[in-house]
DNA sequence: GCGACAG
DNA sequence: ATCTTGTCGC
């Protein structure tokens, strides 16, 4: 598992967080269509965090579109670097999640995060972020609709309705089990909403979230509690080494 | 002004 | 996100 540190100059506050991603939304692609599903690598992202000792570790884990065999795994530990703030996730889990990704021995393909792209109050949630960042194709599949409205599918598997912020379609309410609460999926960048849609029903042949999501959340719980276990072998009353300081030492 | 609010 | 007991069902 490899070690993080908070980038230089990332956010203090609210309203810098805000300014950030009022910048850099201009750089969203939202006109390519993405990677056909069923095709290369698609990678899920997630992290786990303990609050109280500020630890958190993101998880990223690389399928086969195809047969969803599990191609590759990466885990990276840091610190919280943000509260979390509706609408400001993205602070909270990008420094770690980069690290992740980073990682790994392979292209991670099209990233499905957990949480939202487009559907976020300034159109630019965790899954516009990281594709910016990265500049690879992002979809956002969320378990809660935020603030945004939506009327509820038919039964079916595969049933959609729009995701609503006000007039404006910014996702989809997807069901991708016969008569289960629907995932709320958006685009991230560089993919169509409809094919965000396509591979979200592909990655999630047998239980409501994708196994992209299922994959890395596992991951992401594991290797923290094998943080935390590591943190407690040393020696009670002895000052313990920070993520931080561990990163800077070479 | 107050509450709701991805993870 | 995380805290948490039992319970229903494949």
């Known amino acids: 598992m490899t070690t993080v540190s908070i980038p230089a100059g990332w956010p203090a506050t609210e309203q810098e967080a805000r300014a950030v991603q009022d910048e850099l939304r201009a750089s969203v692609l939202l006109d390519e269509p993405g990677p056909p599903p069923g095709t290369g690598h698609v990678t899920g992202v997630d992290v786990a965090y303990d609050d109280e000792?500020?630890?958190v570790v993101a998880a990223a884990v690389v399928l086969d579109a195809a047969s969803l065999d599990v191609l590759a795994e990466a885990t990276a530990v840091g610190r919280i670097s943000f509260p979390y703030v509706p609408g400001l996730?993205?602070?909270r889990e990008i420094p770690t999640v980069l690290a992740a990704l980073d990682a790994l021995p392979c292209a991670p393909g099209l990233v499905?995060?957990?949480g939202y792209g487009l559907a976020h109050p300034r159109r630019f949630g965790l899954a516009s972020h990281l594709g910016v960042l990265t500049g690879l194709p992002t979809i956002g599949v969320a378990k809660n609709p935020f603030t945004f409205t939506y009327a509820e599918p038919a039964a079916a598997r595969g049933s959609a309705a729009p995701l609503l912020a006000g007039d404006d379609e910014v996702g989809r309410a997807l069901r991708t089990r016969a008569g289960v609460k629907p995932v709320f999926v958006?685009?991230?960048?560089r993919v169509s909403l409809?094919?965000?849609?396509?591979?979200?029903?592909?990655l999630a042949p047998e239980f409501r979230l994708p196994e992209t999501t299922r994959r890395a959340d596992a991951l992401?719980?594991?290797a923290l509690e094998e943080a935390l276990r590591e943190a407690s072998q040393a020696i009670p009353g002895t000052p313990q080494e920070t993520p931080q300081e561990s990163a800077t030492r070479h």
Do not use: E
Request: net charge neutral; hydrophobic share 40%.
């Open 53 to 55: 000792r500020d630890v």
């Open 186 to 189: 958006s685009v991230g960048h």
């Open 194 to 202: 409809d094919n965000a849609c396509a591979h979200t029903l592909a």
């Open 112 to 114: 499905v995060c957990d």
């Open 89 to 91: 996730l993205a602070f």
């Open 220 to 222: 992401c719980r594991r």
